[in-house]
Structure formats: C-alpha cells, structure tokens
Antibody, heavy 118, light 106 residues
C-alpha cells in the first residue's frame, strides 16, 4: 500500500536548522508531488510547501520563503524538508503528504515532532 | 486566501447518534475541491471525503459529505465508538490549500 515514513523527533536550538525526511513506498514516487504541512499544538494545519518530484519544481508558502528548502532524492524515493533559522514558534508536528494530481492529500506520513528549545 | 471556518468547535454525542459537522468557506470553493479528514490523537490525518461528496477508499458509508460553493457538511449517520476524533476540512483549489480549525467529536 502507499506509505510515507518520516524521520524521528528532533530537538533544536533557536537559530539552527532541521532536516526532516519522508520515504515513500508502494507507489511511483517520480510521478507524485509531496507536500509538507505542519500542526502546532492547538493550531490548525498549515501548508508549508511542496515539490513536484519528477521535475524538482517547488512552491513555498510566502511566510517560509526565505528559510525553507524542499528537495527529493529519486534514487531512494525520499523527500526532505529543510527549515532554517528556527524559532520557538516553529515547534510543531511536521507531516509529509502525497499528491497524485488530484489535489486532496492522501496518504500522510506519520508526522515528525520538531521542538525548538534553548 | 480562502478561509475555512468549522462549526461547532466541539460536538458531544453518543454512539448510535447522528453527527453534523459544518465547514464554511470565505469564498466559493470552485469545482467542489473540498476534502474532509479524520484525526485521532497521536495519529496522522486520514482522508475521508474528496470532491465534497466522494468517499475515499475503505471509508464506511455512514460518512456522507455534501455541499457546494461556500457551505459544506460532513454527516456521520450512526456514530461508532471509533468515530470519536477531530475532523477538519481542506480546500485544494490551489496547490497550497487551506484547512479548517477542526471539530472535535466527543
């Protein structure tokens, strides 16, 4: 079945960077898109950005534009989210989600908790 | 940006009862590009409904989505114990999309 497996929890200091991975299986990675969405405690889900796996083309939410990079490695069917200049308010669960050109999000990775703490 | 507002924030019901969850958009959601997801504590969201009214694979027929334009509803006809969770809507008119704040069904 289609599955996304994410990397484990991270604890980072303010101002540093974090890289979260998302490994795909059960579908053709190169013909999909991968979105990243985050959920802070008690907050609604927030779209961060996405990558068209086949071309590597990316689109980012404006608020993250200057400190986010989404990449992919087609040889390992893995997508990555790199978030720099971390702030306390970046503490959240980060999800990767597959998109097969339908627009709706399915499946989701299990989530990766990123905690920003001094 | 399309803002989605869900109501109620919390819905208290018992197994066997019917649930009605609302999602209102700040502007029309074209082509009914609206989905519903279920999320249980500590788990990732699960797709229930896409295209406003189409059930995703393996979703029981007690989950019914309806609506168009700016007003959408998720009905759960006969609540099962496993249905108690948070539900949120998602519009995907653009690749970014936005989400509702969620309704907790307890």
């Amino acid at each position: 079945q289609k599955q996304l497996i994410q990397s484990g929890p991270e604890v980072k200091k303010p101002g540093t960077s974090v890289k979260v991975s998302c490994k795909a299986s059960g579908f053709t990675f190169t013909t999909s898109g991968i979105h990243w969405v985050r959920q802070a405690r008690g907050q609604r889900l927030e779209w961060i950005g996405w990558i068209v796996v086949g071309t590597g083309s990316t689109k980012y939410a404006q608020k993250f534009q200057d400190r986010i990079t989404i990449t992919r490695d087609m040889s390992t069917s893995t997508a990555y989210l790199d978030l720099s200049s971390l702030r306390y308010e970046d503490t959240a669960v980060y999800y990767c989600v597959a998109d097969f050109w339908s627009g709706w999000f399915d499946p989701w990775g299990q989530g990766s908790l990123v905690t920003v703490s001094s | 940006e399309i803002v989605l507002t869900q109501s109620p924030g919390t819905l208290s019901l018992s197994p066997g009862e019917r649930a009605t969850l609302s999602c209102r958009a700040s502007q029309s959601v074209s082509s009914n590009y609206l989905a519903w997801y279920q999320q249980k504590p500590g788990q990732a969201p699960r797709l229930l409904i896409f295209g406003a009214s189409n059930r995703a694979t393996d979703i029981p027929d007690r989950f019914i989505g309806s609506g168009s334009g700016t007003d959408f509803t998720l009905f759960i006809s006969r609540l099962e114990p496993e249905d108690f969770a948070v539900y949120f809507c998602h519009q995907y008119v653009t690749s970014s999309g936005t989400f509702g704040q969620g309704t907790k069904l307890e």
